[in-house]
């Protein structure tokens, strides 16, 4: 057998390999961007095994927000406990996990590299391919996990998450075009922010959410970013939230005006968000429009966005993740995006 004879050989060998990794991959991965620990099984990139998260809500609600030494501390003493859960919780073991997946970036750095670290130390003591994802496409591809359809291509995914907005355009299946991002604080962070100054607590999305229920969200006339192009900014609209109590310092204790500061709030960040979706809906024309991240759980915003698609002449499907823990950080959506790295020979 000639030089050329053994390359094609090869060639062959390890392109039957990937063909048969391809059709059975089970994942192993793990999350640690932010305050949650994670680790989740995924087969095939939709089929979850376990997704289990240690929360650390408790310890961060104590100072009003994340203090990133502390998270990373609180991931090194996690890890190992969520990782056995994960196992426990799918009846597997490591026998049957084909590739470790790991969130690279963003995030906070300590807690990136706790994650990154022991992700690595696993691949390498268990022989396995570890795959490094960006936490971004996880959280596009949370919608993904757990369905019965394939989604259908381009597709107009919008990203909200405590650290990050990003309208991603996905003309067909691998393609990810970034067409507009955050420029300064994101939705999430703003949540944040402002539910502290009402003293509502943390985390922000939730108890505003809560407490604009029963508030009337024409009440206050907070300025509503609208930025040229795709792109996002929510620095503004929280210094009128902060400049706005300040002036009202005497009814910060009346539960109705905590409840129409944080109705007339979320409308505007509602809003913000809907003008550049929408803009690009007209423009892009998507078969399907996804919503992803943490403010995805938000069900006043999925609400607006099923109603205005719903008065487009044809309008497109519409997709958020389908269990609430898919949409704040978790390591079933890491699992999903690394399978689409593999899939699409990114790796």
């Known amino acids: 057998m000639n030089l050329n004879s053994i390359k094609a050989h090869n060639k062959i ?49 104590l100072t009003g927000g994340v203090v990133p030494e502390v998270a990373s501390r609180e991931h090194m003493k996690a890890i190992l406990p969520t990782l056995r859960e994960a196992f426990k919780e799918a009846k597997l073991d490591w ?27 696993f691949a390498f003591a268990m022989d396995k391919t570890l795959i490094e994802v960006n936490h971004i496409h996880g959280h596009i591809y949370s919608n993904w996990l757990d369905i ?29 075009e970034s067409l507009g991002r955050s420029m300064d604080d994101a939705a999430g962070e703003a949540f944040d922010k402002t539910a502290r100054l009402l003293g509502l607590g943390y985390p922000g999305g939730p108890a505003i959410e809560k407490a604009a229920q029963k508030g009337n969200h024409l009440a206050v006339k907070f300025p509503i970013p609208k930025l040229e192009e795709y792109n996002f900014s929510f620095s503004g609209l929280k210094t009128a939230v902060l400049y706005y109590l300040q002036s009202k310092q005497n009814l910060l204790q009346d539960k109705d005006f905590i409840a129409d500061v944080a109705a007339s709030f979320q409308y505007a960040v509602i809003e913000s968000l809907i003008y550049q979706l929408m803009k690009a809906v007209k423009e892009k024309k998507p078969k399907e429009v996804h919503l992803a991240g ?17 008065e487009l002449s044809y309008p497109p499907l519409f997709r958020f993740p389908v269990k609430m823990s898919y949409c704040t950080d978790n390591a079933a959506m890491i699992g999903a995006a690394g399978f689409q790295k593999l899939k699409h020979k990114l790796v």
């Open 148 to 176: 019965k359809d394939s989604p259908q291509f381009p597709i107009l995914s919008l990203t909200v998450s405590g650290g990050h907005n990003e309208l991603i355009w996905m003309p067909k299946d691998g393609v990810i």
């Open 95 to 121: 026998n049957d996990i084909t590739h470790i997946a790991v969130t690279k970036e963003p995030g906070l750095i300590g807690s990136v590299l706790v994650g990154r670290m022991s992700a690595a130390a």
């Open 294 to 310: 943490g403010v995805s759980a938000n069900k006043a915003l999925r609400s607006r966005i099923q109603i205005e698609l719903n």
């Open 13 to 61: 060998e390890v392109m039957i390999e990937l063909s048969r990794h391809l059709l059975f991959l089970m994942i192993l991965a793990i999350e640690t961007s932010c305050d949650e620990s994670a680790v989740a099984i995924v087969e095939q990139g939709t089929k979850v095994h376990s997704n289990v998260i240690a929360s650390q809500i408790d310890i961060h609600s």
